[in-house]
């Protein structure tokens, strides 16, 4: 074992952190037990602990309770959303929008008048403000305070820094959207898998993981990425019910197809729930590169974000802010997003249909981007037996949390009849082989 020194806990958690920093304990390394390194140093037994109490809440080690503490493995980007430039297959797993139905931002945006906005004013465009609120009063609870953010996944990330240290769980749906799995592994946190069904997450799971102590639940109210799924009347209503239950978590609903779901909003927070927000972003609507999204809070909660959201730090850029409010209140942008959510279930139903044709089940009923069709087994070799067919489709082993998810998750957002009787035809050979 290399040489851990130190007399009092912060020497200890120094001469470790160095030790992991420069890979003189690999990941994975097992560190001395308690009684073990106290007696090497001559130290209380209560320094050590305090020691790897602070390493683990750093993200360093990992503590197991009996089975010791060890080097936690450091994160990687892990897989992300998107396409891949250059590919002559068939793109059915970017997760993508479809271009053809977002607004021309540029014109929206060519018709206001930029004014120059300085150091210490509003955070947030009056105007657009309003519009945030009339978006989201009703579907969730009274008197909100409203922030924005970078997109939904930095709204994510700044909240649970608000409450959370680095070894906390979270409980978020498994299988879970790729890069709410990320910000946990990034952030320390430890994601704890809740299983869904065709109503979206299981109330009786989520009270478990709970009781396991997570302290912050992740929770997509409608269109589920990767599975389709969307919380019915119900089961809201058993999951607000269980949230009531443990009013210190974190609530973070994040309804991230908004006005393009074709499935009915049911809110999931507790009318007392100390800590919540709700997210909405544009993304979806006006296309992945306007980063925005509106946050609604308590007021603790909110002060909290405006804390890293506060004009001459780091505040949601005007242009941006212009650019949204525009669309907001086009008519014409609003009739187009009409056509979306139209197109996005005519898409979804062609390849259903087409898939049912060919005897193969798809998870339904869906809303959003994407169909979610189960495996039994690993996908990675369906994925590439329909990549020598010109097909590129998303396995689902990285949308698994406890477990790997088999399954396959592909992207409906350019389907027509003709690509989907191709692909349906193709997908029937490979299962068949």
């Known amino acids: 074992m290399e040489k851990i020194t130190g007399r009092t806990a912060a020497e200890i958690f120094d001469s470790i952190r160095m030790l992991a920093q420069t890979a003189a304990l690999a990941p994975g390394r097992d560190l001395p ?39 936690r493995e450091q994160p990687d980007a892990g897989e992300q959303e998107g396409s891949l430039p250059g590919s002559p297959l068939a793109d059915l797993g970017s997760g993508n929008p479809n271009a053809a139905w977002l607004p021309d931002v540029g014109a929206a945006r060519a018709r206001t008048t930029y004014r120059t906005h300085l150091y210490g004013e509003p955070p947030i465009d009056p105007e657009l403000e309003i519009a945030g609120r009339r978006w989201l009063k009703g579907d969730c609870p009274d008197d909100f305070a409203l922030n924005l953010t970078h997109g939904s996944v930095d709204a994510l990330e700044r909240l649970l820094v608000a409450y959370l240290v680095a070894g906390d769980k979270v409980a978020v749906e498994d299988p879970c959207f790729v890069s709410s799995v ?37 929770i997509t109210p409608r269109a589920h990425n990767p599975t389709g799924c969307s ?22 609903a994040d309804d991230h197809f908004s006005r393009l779901a074709v499935t009915e909003y049911h809110d999931v927070i507790p009318p007392r729930a100390r800590r919540w927000a709700l997210i909405r972003s544009v993304s979806k609507m006006f296309g992945p590169d306007l980063r925005l999204a509106f946050v609604a809070t308590d007021e603790q909660t909110s002060r909290r974000l405006r804390l890293r959201l506060a004009p001459g730090t780091n505040w949601v850029s005007h242009l941006l802010q212009d650019a ?18 139209e197109g996005y279930a005519r898409a979804r139903e062609i390849l259903a249909a087409a898939l049912a044709e060919q005897g193969i089940a798809v998870a339904m009923p869906a809303d959003g981007l994407n169909l979610w069709l189960p495996l039994e087994e690993d996908s990675q070799p369906v994925v590439l037996a329909l990549a ?14 406890q477990m790997p998810a088999h399954g396959l998750r592909v992207t409906i957002s350019t389907m027509d009849e003709e690509t989907a009787q191709a692909f349906a035809r193709a997908l029937h050979d490979v299962l068949r082989r």
């Not at 750093?58 to 503590?63: K, M, P």
């Not at 949204?324 to 959510?341: H, K, P």
């Open 33 to 71: 037990t308690v009684r073990d390194l106290a007696a090497r140093l001559g130290v209380n037994r209560n320094t050590v602990s305090m020691a790897y109490k602070r390493l683990a809440a750093a993200g360093i080690a990992v503590t197991q309770g009996r089975l010791g503490t060890v080097i």
């Open 182 to 218: 990320n910000a946990l592994r990034i952030a320390g946190l430890q994601a704890v898998g809740v299983p869904v069904d065709a109503q979206g997450m299981l109330a009786e799971a989520l009270e478990q993981a709970l009781e396991q102590g997570a302290q912050a639940v992740i």
């Open 231 to 252: 919380l019915g009347r119900t089961r809201a209503r058993k999951i607000r019910a269980v949230l009531a239950r443990y009013p210190h978590v974190l609530v973070i």
């Open 324 to 341: 949204v409010g525009m669309c907001l209140s086009s008519a014409d942008v609003s009739a187009q997003i009409d056509r979306a959510r």
């Open 388 to 401: 020598r067919r010109g097909w590129m489709v998303r396995g689902g082993e990285p949308f698994g949390v």
